[in-house]
């Protein structure tokens, strides 16, 4: 099944082409119709099912339909436990939308920045990725209302319960019109999940996608426990010292890319960034420039990563793990193929250890850690 089966326009299916995603996940083939439907829905599913682009995709078709506005009154409110899922989120966002006819303004809010410049761009906004608390605190200065509100998604909902929103989210809850579309998603489910699907889905369409297990192919993996200000050096240090001249490395952000690129530059290591926020001619020379040996490192998201596709690949590095086990097995998988060996390593900091461990348990197999905390590079 391709995505112009699910009720997509030309257009939006075009930007998902230039996304190189060649064919939708089942969670995509079910969600989408349903929610082009305006039905409720409930997908029970884990990070890298797919279900990020499940919601996005329809509610960007959607707003092709109704005009551009210039108010403080939110359309689309997708709310999430934690400011990097919002910034991944609204980056999803932003890469699909880029193309279309109809400009689509997101914006991601959270708390530990700064409220004032995120009030000073609210207007317009189109899609507004939030955790719970920024979202109150816009709501108290009377920066957006959402009366007109026409979708809420509450995304990784058992997250939201387990990090204390519960009283945060039943007051949002309160402030919305009741007629609306209501879009939940949740990796698991308990008492208090259900009660909170009870309280918001109306006759919602029940999607749920079983756990892939998986397992790598035979890769040479390590991993550095390194300090976050460390993590540049020692790359800088392993490609230099290794005389590494093909590595794609992954960040987790836009940004991150763009700095570590920047940096790497600097340093007389030759590094293109390959991301969202590039055009897809960018794109397309930078993959051009690294296949062709003329550009040492590749700077990727994981989103935009999907059109890589190297043959002979000899190094990944993980800069930042990425939020699912099987977006580690999609990583590290660009190497090592070919009947060639592939050398996967992985940054990890003392924050990052009790998921790595997840990774590693998820994937059946231990990697040797190397203690980096105390060398200096």
Do not use: C
């Amino acid at each position: 099944m391709n995505f112009s089966d699910l009720g997509l326009s030309p257009s939006l299916v075009q930007a998902i082409n230039q996304a190189n995603y060649e064919a939708p996940y089942p969670i995509q083939v079910e969600a989408i119709p349903a929610i082009l439907q305006k039905r409720d829905l409930l997908g029970l599913a884990q990070t890298g099912s797919g279900k990020t682009a499940s919601y996005i995709l329809p509610i960007l078709e959607d707003l092709q339909g109704i005009e551009n506005h210039r108010t403080r009154s939110i359309p689309i409110l997708v709310i999430v436990p934690t400011r990097e899922l919002a910034a991944q989120v609204e980056e999803v966002v932003r890469f699909f939308g880029k193309h279309l006819p109809r400009k689509v303004k997101s914006m991601a809010v959270f708390g530990g920045v700064s409220i004032n410049p995120q009030m000073m761009n609210l207007n317009g906004t189109d899609i507004l990725v939030a955790t719970p608390g920024r979202l109150l605190d816009l709501l108290a200065k009377n920066a957006i209302t959402l009366d007109r509100l026409r979708t809420l998604v509450l995304d990784e909902a058992d997250k939201v319960l387990s990090l204390g929103f519960k009283l945060e989210l039943d007051e949002i809850l309160a402030r919305l019109p009741k007629k609306r579309q209501n879009i939940l998603f949740s990796a698991t489910m308990d008492e208090t999940v259900e009660g909170l699907i009870g309280k918001l889905l109306k006759n919602p369409l029940k999607i749920e996608i079983q756990a892939e297990e998986v397992t790598p192919d035979l890769i040479n993996q390590t991993a550095y426990l390194i300090t976050q200000e460390k993590k540049g050096p020692l790359l800088r240090h392993l490609i230099s010292e290794g005389n590494w001249q093909q590595v794609l490395v992954f960040a987790s952000s836009i940004r991150t890319a763009d700095n570590l690129t920047t940096k790497l530059n600097k340093h007389g290591i030759q590094a293109m960034a390959f991301h969202g926020d590039k055009s897809q001619g960018a794109r397309m020379e930078a993959l051009k420039q690294f296949k062709g040996g003329k550009v040492r490192v590749l700077v990727a998201t994981d989103l935009a990563a999907r059109g890589i596709d190297i043959q002979a690949l000899p190094y990944v590095v993980n800069f930042e793990l990425p939020r699912s086990p099987k977006d580690y097995i999609h990583r590290i998988g660009r190497t090592g193929r070919a009947g060639m060996q592939g050398e996967a390593i992985s940054l990890i900091t003392e924050e990052d250890q009790h998921h790595w461990k997840v990774i590693q348990k998820k994937m059946k197999r231990w990697v040797e850690m190397v203690d980096a905390l105390n060398i200096d590079f």
